[in-house]
């Protein structure tokens, strides 16, 4: 079975400074999508970044940027110039050929002014 | 707008009453999913539909009960409530089961079944 893994159930960043969040993964497919959530304090789950398993390039959108090592199994999220917006739960999630998307425990990542 | 609308957002029931979430998506997905979310354990998926009529079992379904008899909807019934299903619930859509697609999700339930 899938199985996705965050080894970080908390984490501290000064304002303005980057950060990245720990995710790795276990699949025995060689097709597969990985998934970063961001969940606030008001409870919705926002769709942040998606990586490919056959994307060469690490995704980037805006300030989030995907560390995607294949051969690791990792996909780490960085965040640069990080904000009290940012304040949230995030989720790293996997989703094989045509199947359920799975994810992990999830990071809360706390911003100091 | 293109969204995944569930309901109620609060609900606080006592143990053995029957209570449906409802779920609709506007976006004409074939698949549609629940999920519950628990400290420390992340979400965790109850049930899924890859299409109307074809639903199947995720990694906790037991206590749950799913339908989909139309495209749009899939509620999620609890037909006797117990504490430990108290719980944050999603649900999910997305257009196919393919690994590249996203899942759109709904804005959350939060039960307490007491």
């Known amino acids: 079975a899938q199985k996705i893994t965050q080894t970080q159930p908390g984490m501290f960043v000064q304002e303005k400074e980057a950060v990245t969040l720990d995710c790795t993964y276990d699949?025995?497919?060689?097709?597969?999508?990985l998934f970063w959530y961001k969940q606030p304090s008001s409870g919705e789950m926002i769709f942040l970044i998606y990586?490919?398993?056959?994307?060469?390039q690490n995704a980037t959108e805006g300030r989030y940027s995907l560390n995607f090592q294949k051969a690791r199994k990792s996909a780490n999220l960085v965040i640069s110039a990080s904000q009290l917006g940012d304040s949230a739960m995030y989720f790293c999630a996997m989703r094989e050929y045509y199947n359920d998307m799975r994810f992990g425990a999830g990071t809360r990542l706390t911003v100091k002014p | 707008e293109a969204q995944v609308t569930q309901n109620p957002r609060y609900l606080i029931t006592v143990t053995g009453k029957k209570l449906t979430v409802t779920c609709s998506q506007n976006m004409n997905h074939e698949y549609m999913s629940w999920y519950r979310q628990d400290p420390g354990l992340g979400l965790r998926q109850i049930y899924y539909?890859?299409?109307?009529?074809?639903?199947d079992k995720g990694d906790v379904p037991e206590g749950y009960k799913v339908s989909r008899k139309e495209k749009r909807n899939f509620p999620l019934i609890l037909e006797s409530p117990s504490p430990n299903q108290t719980s944050l619930y999603f649900c999910?859509?997305?257009?196919?089961?393919?690994?590249?697609?996203?899942?759109?999700f709904g804005s959350g339930t939060q039960l307490s079944v007491l």
């Open positions: 539909s890859m299409n109307v009529e074809v639903t």
């Open positions: 699949t025995s497919d060689q097709s597969y999508g």
């Open positions: 990586q490919g398993s056959y994307d060469e």
């Open positions: 999910a859509s997305s257009f196919s089961g393919a690994s590249n697609e996203k899942l759109f």
